[in-house]
């Protein structure tokens, strides 16, 4: 059966990109701590439509801006796949966007370990940063992030 967790594992396998697929315990302490900071729980089927205090760009390519921004640090990809929340750790943002390349289309959120950002691309090809990846978000809309 297809999944987007296959998917990752098996394009990650052939990148040789080091992926860890997080526990669902794990994940739903992580998705937990995302309701908590950013979502202001109106949403519906999209996190994305109950974000709070965001920033937003229109972009086809923003997910590839997302290098700049996670760098070398590791990163949790968290996605809806199978009916359920799934996290992955990557190893770095560049690791992230490589590997984000090579697979089909599906809508993602990236976050670190602290969750002191929450970044999204989704199905309208918008880029929402939330947290620190707020302002980046913004400067890249008005065309100022460094290297955008």
Same mark, same amino acid.
């Given at each position: 059966m297809w999944s987007i967790s296959n998917e990752i594992l098996s394009v990650s396998k052939e990148?040789?990109?080091?992926?860890? %697929?997080? +526990?669902?315990?794990?994940?739903t302490e992580y998705f937990a701590e995302i309701e908590k900071k950013y979502l202001l729980g109106n949403y519906h089927s999209f996190l994305w439509d109950g974000l709070s205090d965001y920033?937003?760009?229109?972009?086809?390519?923003?997910?590839?801006?997302?290098?700049?921004?996670?760098g070398d640090k590791p990163c949790i990809l968290f996605f809806y796949d199978l009916e359920k929340w799934?996290?992955?750790? %990557?190893? +770095?943002?560049?690791?992230?966007v490589t590997l984000i390349g090579e697979m089909y289309g599906f809508e993602f959120y990236v976050f670190d370990s602290s969750v002191s950002y929450l970044i999204c691309f989704n199905h309208h090809d918008q880029l929402i940063g939330v947290g620190s990846a707020k302002e980046w978000v913004n400067n890249l809309r008005e065309g100022s992030a460094p290297n955008a």
């Open positions: 990148l040789k990109i080091e992926v860890q %697929i997080l +526990s669902e315990e794990i994940t920033s937003f760009v229109d972009d086809s390519s923003g997910w590839k801006y997302l290098g700049q921004f996670i799934n996290a992955a750790v %990557i190893n +770095s943002g560049h690791e992230l």
